[in-house]
């Protein structure tokens, strides 16, 4: 094979291959810039689960008095 063949083949390769991994690149960007949005997407109410609770969610049916005068406090409601 002569010299300018084998340039123009080599060329031609490194082009396909160059061509292959941008696409490869571009789809991956995409891909992830998707799954960012979706995962960063705002919840709607009912469609999310939330995590954990309360270890004892009873404690706070009645507040104690310190709770609440504390409340009296932050309302300006002080005897």
């Known amino acids: ?7 123009n083949i080599a060329y031609i390769i490194s082009a396909i ?5 941008a696409r490869f690149v571009l789809r991956k960007g995409l891909e992830n810039r998707s799954r960012v949005l979706r995962d960063n ?3 709607i109410a009912g469609e999310d689960e939330l995590d954990g609770g ?3 969610p009873h404690q ?16 300006g409601e002080e005897e």
């Open 1 to 7: 094979m002569d010299e300018g063949t084998t340039k």
């Open 17 to 21: 291959i160059f061509i292959l991994m």
């Open 41 to 43: 997407a705002p919840k």
């Open 54 to 56: 309360a270890k004892n």
């Open 60 to 75: 706070f049916d009645e507040p104690d008095d310190e709770a609440l005068d504390e409340m009296a406090k932050l309302l």
